[in-house]
């Protein structure tokens, strides 16, 4: 199992930024190394399904967005840091969910390991 670690979630008001981080272990729990496809944010509100925000390919860099995201979100990544990080900009209550890290690893046809999340609440 990769480890995931998430930050940077927190209540901000309409208009707001706020960037998230989501860090994946060297290697997995049992010791052994690992390399990853994409990572991404996905994001479940109350009563909703969880759905991808945006993803970024490893190798090369392609980047992915919801349409309900684009122009206010950026995701980017630091490779030797095994880092992804997403800014949220221009924030409206209708963001307001659990969002999640993801990686999917090769060998793997679909994100295959989660973080824990982390709550993002917009006021209006």
């Known amino acids: 199992q990769v480890q995931l670690i998430e930050s940077g979630g927190g209540l901000v008001q309409a208009g707001d930024s706020l960037r998230l981080s989501c860090a994946a272990s060297a290697r997995t729990t049992s010791g052994r190394p690992f390399s990853m496809v994409a990572m991404g944010w996905f994001r479940q509100a109350p009563g909703k399904e969880r759905e991808l925000v945006s993803s970024?390919?490893?190798?090369?860099?392609?980047?992915y967005y919801a349409d309900s995201v684009k122009g206010r979100f950026t995701i980017s990544r630091d490779i030797a840091k095994k880092t992804v990080y997403l800014q949220m900009n221009s924030l409206k209550p209708e963001d307001t969910a659990v969002y999640y890290c993801?990686?999917?690893?090769?060998?793997?046809?679909?994100?295959?390991?989660w973080g824990q999340g982390t709550q993002v609440t917009v006021s209006s």
């Open positions: 993801a990686i999917q690893t090769v060998g793997a046809t679909a994100y295959n390991h």
């Open positions: 970024v390919r490893w190798s090369g860099g392609a980047t």
